[in-house]
C-alpha cells in the first residue's frame, strides 16, 4: 500500500475540507476579525490611558546616635575615653548617655523648609496585657530650623544620665508602693518636615523611639538606625497606551494566516471537486477497516488447492473479520492481489478491497500497482496464468501456482473479446474444458 498512501492522504484531505469548508472559512473569517482588530488598535490607534505622575517626591531620613564618655578612673578605660555606637555601656565609669537625633532630606527642589525634632523621656510600667499602671514624661530637647536645604543635616541633643533615671524609678516605686508591671524607659522624637516641595506645598512626620534598658551595673540602648519615609504628591496624566510583543506581533500574524486560510478554501472549493465518489468513500472505509483490524490480519500466500473450494464473496473488511471471529478462523491477507481470505468449512470466503478512481493527473506512479483488487490486471503475471489455466469453480484460481511457461505454446488459447468471463475473472465452462483437454495432450 505504500505506493497509493499519498492518494490516500489526498483523499482524506478532500473528505475534511468537503465536510469543514464552512466551518474551516468561519475559522479562518474570524482570525481576520480579530488579526486585523488587534492590528489596528496596537499600531494605528492604540488609543490613551490614565497613568499617575509623580509631581514631587520627599524623603526623610532620621537617626539616633548615641555615646558615653568615660568619667571614673578604671583599669581598661582612660579618663574622657569617648564609647560610641554600643549596644551596651557600664553605668559605674560612664553613666552619661550622650544622644544626637540627626535629620536630614531629600527632594528635587525645595523653597522654605522648616525641620522640627522634639524628644521626650518616657517611663512607665507597663501589664502583660499592654496595660499602663503609671507612666510619667520628661522633655528632652525641641530644635526648629527653617531654610533647610536638601542634604543638610540638622541635629537635636540631649543627655540621659542612667544613675538619675534609675533613681527617679526607684523613687515612683516607692511611692506606689508596688511594682505590678513591667518598667520601661525609652525616648520618643517627633520628626516634622513642611515646605515647598517641587512647587508643591508638601509636609511630612515620622516617629522614632529608642529604647534603654537598666540592668544595674550597665544599661542597653536599643535603637532603630536609620529611619526613612517618603512621602509623594502625584497627579494624573493621560499618555498613549504601550503594548507587549505578542499583541505587535500576534495580531498582524492572526490576520496573515487567516487571510491566506479563507483564500486557500475559497480557491479549493472553487477549483476542485471536493466531494468524494461512492468507490472513493468505500476506498477509505475498506482503509479505515485495514487499520483497526490489523491484528487479526496475517500475510501469505495459501495454496492452490484452498482456492479450489467454492468462493464466498464479503461486502467489507470489516464482514469478513467479524465472520472470522464468529467461526473461529484467522483472515489471510494474499501479498500479490492484496485480496483478503478466510478459510471455514468447504467455501474461501474473500474480500477484494477496491481501487479509488484515479483523478486526471494522478495516474500511478513508475511500478505501482495498477490496482489491488483484480489480479489478472497485469499481463503476464504468474496468477494471470494460472487463473486462465485453472478448472472452473467460484473463487480464485486454484492453479495460481502454475507457470504459463510450462504449458505447450501452440496449445495457449487466449480467450477472445466475445469469450464471457465469470465476475471473479475465472474462464467459462467451455473454456475450462478446453484447457481441461489440452492438459489431458500435454501429459
Known sequence: MSADAPNERRLRLRAVLNAQSTAILVVCLLLVAVGAGLAYTTHVDPGTETESRTVSSLTVESEYRHSATVTEPNAVFETGTVLDGRDTYFTRVAPELDVDVATSYAASTAENVTVEVGSTLVIR?????????????????????????????????????????????ASIEEELGASPGETETFVTTEVAVDGSIGGVPTASTQTLDMTITHGGDTYSVSEPGVQSDTTERTEPVTVEREYGVLRSFGGPLL??????GAGGIGYATREYDLALTDAEREYLSYRDDRSEFAEWITTFRLPASVHERPTAEAGSLRDLVDFAIDNDTGVVEDPETGAFHAVSGEFVYTYRPPAPTTAPGEGPADGEAVTESDPAATAGSPDSAATHSGPPGDGDSPDRGVDAADLDAPDVDVPDEGDVWGTDSRPTDGDATDSAERDDESD
Open 125 to 169: 510600667n507597663v501589664g502583660e496585657e499592654g496595660t499602663v499602671y503609671w507612666r510619667e514624661t520628661e522633655p528632652l530637647a525641641s530644635e526648629t530650623v527653617s531654610g533647610v536645604s536638601p542634604g543638610q543635616t540638622v541635629n537635636a541633643s540631649f543627655a540621659l544620665n542612667s544613675t538619675a533615671i534609675d533613681g527617679r524609678v
Open 255 to 260: 490576520l496573515l494566516v487567516g487571510l491566506v
